[in-house]
């Protein structure tokens, strides 16, 4: 009978393990300036095949400023260029600019890897990790149309806390499985040690 407990109990283990809570990290974006404030979160670590000579990748997610949602809202993030801003954002800003035009630090640092789909003027993909912090930018317009007079904001980037603090369901039964099967071992032990004797 224990060994057909110890023996469900183990498959159930095993079948549970695919199942556990497992959320890559995500950071939260908090833009603030120009009268108001934006949010969005993004993968903390992302892969981007195929990066070129236009030096910049993009991300989508679902916005919202001043706490309403605007729909998913894209993001380009410069990875070179002194000459680059280094967010453009294509949500308009309060003062009616059609997307803003972030310059500043960088808040990302990038690892390069050999192209997945190597080609001769496609050698890289780019891993970019977004840095928490909080970092001072401005809003000079776009190179085309520039503002006389920037506007200043601040970004926030803060990685979400972990929801579970506590183990798993299926690591609990895991570890109940093999104190189980250490029990049962040891009964089998004990109970050919006393027939020998």
């Not at 949602?69 to 059609?98: E, K």
């Not at 909080?134 to 000079?140: I, R, V």
């Amino acid at each position: 009978m224990f060994k057909v407990l110890s023996s469900t109990l183990l498959f159930a283990s095993v079948l549970a393990l695919p199942l556990a809570a497992h959320a890559d990290t995500i950071d939260d974006f908090v833009l603030t300036g120009g009268g108001q404030t934006i949010t969005y979160s993004l993968p903390a670590t992302s892969s981007f095949p195929d990066f070129s000579l236009f030096n910049f990748f993009s991300e989508s997610a679902p916005t919202k400023v001043d706490g309403v949602s605007v729909g998913t809202i894209t993001g380009s993030y410069y990875v070179i260029g002194a000459f680059f801003p280094t967010l453009v954002l294509d949500t308009p800003d309060a003062v009616g600019n059609p997307g803003l035009n972030l310059y500043g630090p960088k808040f990302f640092s990038v690892d390069y890897v050999p192209a997945s789909n190597p080609l001769p003027y496609l050698p890289y993909d780019v891993v970019p990790t977004f840095t928490p912090g909080t970092y001072t930018l401005e809003d000079d317009g776009s190179p085309i149309n520039p503002l006389s007079s920037p506007i200043p904001y601040t970004l926030t980037i803060t990685q979400e806390t972990a929801t579970a603090t506590t183990p798993e369901p299926s690591s609990l039964l895991l570890l109940a499985t093999g104190l189980l099967a250490f029990a049962g071992l040891a009964a089998t032990r004990r109970r050919h040690i006393n027939s020998i004797s």
